[in-house]
């Protein structure tokens, strides 16, 4: 008890003397320390930090035996052309863009000039794959004519109606299709792969009427040619054009340009006539056997069970029509031959007029069709006839014969109506000069349908102008 009470008064002492050695610091000079420490502080640690970021890195080339050395990420830059789709370019395409003008993601409404139209309607910048760093368009754009039904696209392709087209990225397909029940066949319809495209063009294509198997008929890449479509159905590929004929020539007149020759299945007969949908024709020929023995027109002329009608319009008509038979109908395959055994006129001009009628005027219709008529070729093959065709540059009348050896010559303003005819009933071919040839106008057709004509030996037919 005593120690520790000596060990207190030993320690009171020592703060005496300490306090009595120092002087006693003011709460001002505490402050002042205190600062400076902090300050002191601060710098020692952006020292150290400085010392850390000075540190040398391993560098790639030194060789590290360590598992703990940190390996260095590497990082894929892409050039910022690769970031833009390909040119936007056509031909007649409108809405163009250059490479770097686009972005992914863009989506484009495009238009063509000229009455045409844009496939697609939007093409969309998009990249090829999502791994891909490249961008392509959505499509490939081509420009196509919004309707074919013009006198252009019928020159090439006649009752062509539209176009359609459909694609994707790689490449663009356009086909044709036609008017009504007609079927478009093409050879090769109209492709691109790479743009810029140029615009749609007409290929080699036809419109065929089809009722049937039109899908077979419309194939791809089928050959459009008549001899291709003639030669699938077994005929003679050479059998594109009928040659039809008869020695008795007087119906011969009612059988104009635009007439069919077309089968039914319904009688089984071949008819010739203005209108295949309504089974209106003015030739029948009809025979025993099915039909798939029927296909080829010209083999009716070999077989010995076919019977071969007419509609007589000279007579009147009961209502289904009056027919008389020919056995002389022939129908054949037209061929070279048949141009060279056409009817020949060594004549290039004729001039129709009429001698001067004694007790009654001159026919209305007579003087209207008289004048002179110079030799057309050029119009003789556009329309497909092979006897000689003269014109009348006036008053546009023609003076022709559908007849391939002249058996019945008209003169009309068109190639489709009879107001006035020459009949000859000779032996061989005959010219419209022709002494034999009874030449007649028309007068009325009467309720029964029966065509009255009435005979004129007043009218002439005479050559000016030889070959």
């Known amino acids: 008890m005593v120690s520790f009470q000596r060990m207190k008064e030993e320690f009171d002492d020592f703060g005496v003397h300490v306090s009595n050695k120092f002087p006693v610091i003011g709460r001002g000079a505490c402050v002042v320390i205190s600062a400076l420490s902090m300050a002191l502080i601060f710098v020692i640690i952006i020292a150290i930090w400085l010392a850390s970021t000075a540190a040398p890195r391993p560098s790639d080339n030194t060789s590290v035996n360590s598992r703990s050395t940190v390996s260095v990420p590497s990082y894929l830059f892409h ?29 484009v409404s495009l238009s063509c000039r000229g009455g045409y139209n844009a496939f697609p309607n939007q093409i969309k910048c998009r990249r090829k794959s999502p791994q891909s760093p490249e961008l392509e368009w959505s499509h490939v754009p081509v420009c196509y004519p919004s309707l074919l039904i013009s ?86 590929p050479k059998c594109t054009e009928i040659l039809e004929n008869t020695m008795q020539g007087q119906f011969i007149k009612t059988m104009p340009p635009k007439s069919f020759l077309f089968f039914s ?19 029948q020929i009809l025979a025993k056997g099915s039909n798939n023995e029927l296909v080829c027109p010209d083999h009716l002329n070999t077989r010995q069970d076919v019977t071969k009608l007419y509609i007589d319009s000279s007579s009147p008509s009961t209502g289904a029509g009056n027919w008389l038979e020919d056995d002389s109908i022939n ?53 497909g006839l092979l006897s000689p065709l003269y014109e009348e540059g006036v008053k546009g009348l023609y003076l022709f014969s559908h007849h391939p050896r002249g058996r019945v010559w008209l003169v009309s303003s068109t190639l489709s109506s009879t107001p006035m005819r020459g009949i000859y009933d000779g032996e061989g071919s005959a010219c419209p000069d022709n002494n034999q040839i009874k030449w007649e106008w028309f007068n009325a057709t009467t309720p029964q349908g029966q065509q009255l004509f009435v005979q004129d030996r007043n009218i002439v037919i005479k050559c000016t102008k030889k070959l």
């Open 331 to 383: 129908v054949k395959c037209l061929e070279e031959n048949d141009f060279k055994a056409a009817v020949t006129c060594p004549c290039s001009e004729y001039k129709v007029y009429n001698l001067v009628y004694e007790n009654s005027t001159v026919p209305k219709t007579v003087e209207y069709l008289t004048g002179n008529f110079s030799l057309n070729e050029d119009k003789r093959r556009s329309l």
């Open 265 to 283: 299945k319904k009688d089984t007969e071949w008819l010739i006539g203005p209108d295949f949908r309504k089974l209106h024709g003015g030739i």
């Open 79 to 107: 050039h910022l052309n690769n970031q833009s789709c390909p040119p936007l370019v056509g031909g007649r395409l409108l809405t163009t863009m250059d490479e770097g003008q686009s972005f992914e993601g863009l989506v």
């Open 151 to 236: 006198k252009a696209y019928w020159s090439q392709t006649l009752h062509a109606r539209s176009v359609s087209c459909n694609g994707d990225s790689s490449k663009t397909v356009c086909r044709i299709a036609c008017i009504n029940d007609y079927i478009a066949v093409e050879r090769r319809p109209f492709v691109c792969t790479n743009s810029p495209c140029n615009p749609w063009t007409m290929g080699e294509s036809r419109c065929y009427m089809c009722d049937e198997k039109c899908k077979q008929l419309h194939g791809i890449d089928m050959n459009p040619n008549p001899e291709a479509i003639v030669e699938s159905l077994g005929c003679s």
